[in-house]
Structures are given as structure tokens and as C-alpha cells.
T-cell receptor, first 115, second 109 residues
Framework: NAGVTQTPKFQVLKTGQSMTLQCAQDMNHEYMSWYRQDPGMGLRLIHY???????DQGEVPNGYNVSRSTTEDFPLRLLSAAPSQTSVYFCASSFYTGTSGNTIYFGEGSWLTVV | GQQLNQSPQSMFIQEGEDVSMNCTSSSIFNTWLWYKQEPGEGPVLLIALYKAGELTSNGRLTAQFGITRKDSFLNISASIPSDVGIYFCLTSGTYKYIFGTGTRLKVLA
């Protein structure tokens, strides 16, 4: 009963380093998305995907890259980490009809610190 | 980005009291979802609503999808200390979920 699985849970990066946050879901959801949550704030959409091979930008896409080669996986890449990218990252997935989203399931979060 | 108006922003209540919070929007939506987020955890679904007027319960939690499709409320009855956390509503537009601003609940034993 895995749901949405994110790795790693915690990561410390140096400024300028690159890394990939992994996200996998086993519910056959077409829709997958990445959010960041800064202290005391709500979740902001980084990138999303409506199916394999299709991705689009959210609210705060700068500095992040995504790809969707399979239905199950949606990795988030930080190209050159900056301290402003210190945050908690959540991956999420759902069924989506285009105009109406169904229940969205969130991963447990990845805590990223950039020093 | 677009957000839903959620109130109250925070509340302290005594254990055993009932709690009520709501989300409103100027737009019509087809879905209202309520989540709880505890410190260090991801958001967890509490109740999902898909039809105007729908009233759904989950234990001590009850939520309703407003008739106008522009609002929803969540009630928690007989609160307990483990109800502490941030509660927020979600709805969905065109391939993007829209989040409420959150209600931070603190329960005093």
C-alpha cells in the first residue's frame, strides 16, 4: 500500500550542486505534481504532469526541471542549488479529468537544505 | 497564485469543544477536499466532496459542499489534543489544485 513515495527524506546540498528528488506512485494516476512549502506558508506548485511525456510549469518553476518518462515516476531536478531553494518538497498525484481533480495524494515530504 | 479564503486563520480551543472552519471562493468548483497536515508530515486527506449540498462525515469530522458550489465547511466535534495541526481545503481548476490559506488548530487539554 505504498501510495506516493518520495526520496530522499532529508538532504543537505552546497550552493551550485545539482540533485534529483525522486517521486513514484503506484495508483496509475495520470496527474503528478511537485510543490514546495516554506516555513509558515502554504504549498506552491512547481511543475506538474498530466501524463507520460507531458509536463508544464506551475507557480514557481525557476531553477527546477522535470520529466515524465513513465506513468509511475516524476523526478524533480535542481539544476544548480541556491539557498532560496531550502524548503520542504512534496510530490502528489491524482486522477484528473482536465477540469476537475479528484482526491490528491501527497508524499511524506523531502526536507532540503542548501548551504 | 489563486487561493481560497479560509477562516479562521488560527484558533485555540479547549479539549472537548467543537470546531468549525470554512473556505470560500468567488468561483464555482466541482470538488472540495479537506486535508490535515501535522508538523513534519505530508498532508493527509480527511474528507472529499464531489457534489453540491453533499454532507459527509468521517468519525468526529463533518464537511459540507456548499449549495452555491463556492464554499465548504469542516466541523470537528469534541476536539482532542491529537486534532492539533493545520487544516486546509483544496479545490481544483484546470489541471491545477487551489489551496486554502489554512487553519492552524491548537487544542488546550
Amino acid at each position: 500500500n505504498a501510495g506516493v513515495t518520495q526520496t530522499p527524506k532529508f538532504q543537505v546540498l552546497k550552493t551550485g550542486q545539482s540533485m534529483t528528488l525522486q517521486c513514484a506512485q503506484d495508483m496509475n494516476h495520470e496527474y503528478m505534481s511537485w510543490y514546495r512549502q516554506d516555513p509558515g506558508m502554504g504549498l506552491r506548485l512547481i511543475h506538474y504532469s498530466v501524463g507520460a511525456g507531458i509536463t508544464d510549469q506551475g507557480e514557481v518553476p525557476n531553477g527546477y526541471n522535470v520529466s515524465r518518462s513513465t506513468t509511475e515516476d516524476f523526478p524533480l531536478r535542481l539544476l544548480s542549488a541556491a539557498p532560496s531553494q531550502t524548503s520542504v518538497y512534496f510530490c502528489a498525484s491524482s486522477f484528473y479529468t482536465g477540469t476537475s481533480g479528484n482526491t490528491i495524494y501527497f508524499g511524506e515530504g523531502s526536507w532540503l537544505t542548501v548551504v | 497564485g489563486q487561493q481560497l479564503n479560509q477562516s479562521p486563520q488560527s484558533m485555540f480551543i479547549q479539549e472537548g469543544e467543537d470546531v468549525s472552519m470554512n473556505c470560500t471562493s468567488s468561483s464555482i468548483f466541482n470538488t472540495w477536499l479537506w486535508y490535515k497536515q501535522e508538523p513534519g508530515e505530508g498532508p493527509v486527506l480527511l474528507i472529499a466532496l464531489y457534489k453540491a449540498g453533499e454532507l459527509t462525515s468521517n468519525g468526529r469530522l463533518t464537511a459540507q459542499f456548499g449549495i452555491t458550489r463556492k464554499d465548504s465547511f469542516l466541523n470537528i466535534s469534541a476536539s482532542i489534543p491529537s486534532d492539533v495541526g493545520i487544516y486546509f481545503c483544496l479545490t481544483s481548476g484546470t489541471y491545477k489544485y487551489i489551496f486554502g490559506t489554512g487553519t492552524r488548530l491548537k487544542v488546550l487539554a
